[in-house]
């Protein structure tokens, strides 16, 4: 079990950034990926980036360009910067771990973004 907490979320105006943060309980260099989904309100949860173990990133086409997902395996920690925050970037961000046929999340953190 892999316990994943966020945290660096809030209100910014639009064309702002933000760094969230994703710590892990343990080993994050263990996890075969871990990445950052969001939930806009009224909408279902979507990818916006994600990491391998290898180092690999993938991200949603609506944030390429704009945020960049790194991982610190020394800090079991995950972030994903957010420039150029746009109001359709509000949602409530989660962590999102996994390793084999298991799935982790964590308890999400909102980001709010003011035209």
């Known amino acids: 079990q892999v316990q994943l907490v966020e945290s660096g979320g809030g209100l910014v105006q639009a064309g702002g950034s933000l760094r969230l943060s994703c710590a892990a309980s343990r080993g994050i260099a263990s996890l075969d990926t871990v990445g950052w989904h969001r939930q806009p309100p009224g909408k279902q949860r979507e990818l916006v980036a994600y990491?391998?173990?290898?180092?690999?990133?993938n991200y949603a086409d609506s944030v390429k360009g704009r945020f960049t997902i790194s991982r610190d395996s020394a800090k079991n920690s995950v972030y994903l910067q957010m420039n150029s925050l746009k109001p359709e970037d509000t949602a409530v961000y989660y962590c999102r771990g996994t390793w084999g046929r298991y799935v982790f999340w964590g308890q999400g953190t909102q980001v709010t973004v003011s035209s």
């Open positions: 990491i391998t173990n290898g180092g690999n990133t």
